[in-house]
């Protein structure tokens, strides 16, 4: 090989190395900023962002926005900046837009009390407002605030036909995990050093099915409503006994997230007590009656009114002899809480 080539090979040799060293430079260079640049982005104030999803119709609470660090170039005039917003103003406001978590909130997501269609605002699509007269002793000495979940209890005191004056007294839940919108004609909680004000209302307004709006009214003119606060756990605990016998069923082919806000939605709607619960005044005290005691002239009527039998009887239609009317006195004797009436033999 003469030394022209080897020359030209060593040359080449030489510029491939350079290359390579400042692609290299170059590569390394081009990474060391940019990872400077999002080391070091600047924070401006601190604005009001979601802790969690917040859906149409709900209700602000404390536990639900905080304040949170926001890059300077990204703040907006619509958001909410610490040091401006007032946080109790904010509180019992209602999500006009779905917010997701960690989502600043806007002037323009929030609906507050006494806006045109605040109310309209905190209710579900088809469900309506109803409002519950109640005291110190019926809502739960006012530990109940927007957004908690209550049955419903009627008490009543039904009139027996004995004649003898005793009424029935009965308490029964008729509507379960309802969820209140408003007590009185306010849907905040007030902080006083950081702790919530229990205060005494005399009105709650929950919402409600269009039916069991109308089984309320009637409710309110029965007897007296009072309300039961719901724990949190027994949403998620009576959601697995429906899913178990089939009263809520999850479509096949649904996404996690899907399902997940199919159980969500579930858990949230009001009840009507399909088994209901009720206590009647003998279930608490031996001094009281059970059960409506007969009125002993019904009673007779009934006997002597003849008895059709039924379609699967044999033979001829046919009428069974009226039975014997007694003609003594009948006398009501109490044993406990049991209730008879014996006849007593004439001469």
Do not use: C, H
Not at 291 to 318: E, Y
């Amino acid at each position: 090989m003469d030394k022209r080539k080897l020359m030209l090979l060593v040359g080449a040799l030489i510029v491939a190395l350079g290359t390579a060293f400042a692609a290299r430079s170059l590569f390394v260079g081009a990474g060391t900023p940019q990872a400077a640049a999002a080391a070091q982005v600047p924070m401006g104030a601190k604005v009001l962002v979601a802790q969690r999803a917040l859906p149409v119709g709900t209700i602000i609470t404390a536990d639900s926005i905080n304040f949170q660090a926001w890059p300077e170039d990204m703040v907006k005039d619509v958001y909410f900046v610490e040091g401006e917003a007032d946080m109790q103003k904010l509180l019992g406001t209602v999500v006009r837009n779905p917010i997701t978590a960690g989502e600043p909130v806007t002037k323009g997501n929030l609906v507050a009390p006494g806006d045109r269609g605040f109310l309209a605002a905190a209710l579900g699509p088809g469900m309506r407002a109803v409002t519950i007269s109640v005291s110190a002793r019926t809502g739960v000495a006012g530990f109940v605030f927007p957004g908690d979940y209550v049955d419903l209890v009627l008490t009543q005191s039904v009139q027996g036909g004995g004649g003898d004056g005793g009424a029935l007294r009965t308490s029964e839940t008729i509507m379960k995990n309802m969820r209140v919108l408003a007590t009185d004609q306010s849907t905040e909680q007030e902080m006083i050093e950081g702790k919530t004000r229990v205060r005494a209302f005399s009105t709650v307004t929950v919402e409600v099915t269009p039916k069991m709006a109308e089984k309320i009214a009637v409710a309110q003119t029965l007897g007296t409503i009072s309300l039961s606060l719901r724990s949190i756990a027994d949403n998620a605990a009576e959601l697995e006994q429906a899913i178990a016998s089939g009263d809520v069923k999850i479509p096949s082919g649904l996404s996690k997230q899907q399902e997940e806000a199919l159980l969500k939605q579930a858990m949230k709607r009001p009840m009507e007590s399909a088994t209901t619960s009720f206590v009647t005044g003998g279930d608490v005290s031996r001094f009281s009656r059970k059960n409506i005691a007969p009125n002993p002239a019904k009673l007779a009527a009934q006997m002597a009114s003849p008895v059709n039998p039924g379609p699967n009887m044999s033979g001829p239609s046919m009428s069974l002899p009226a039975p014997i009317v007694p003609k003594g006195p009948i006398v009501r004797v109490s044993r406990g809480k049991d209730v008879e009436n014996v006849t007593l033999e004439t001469k």
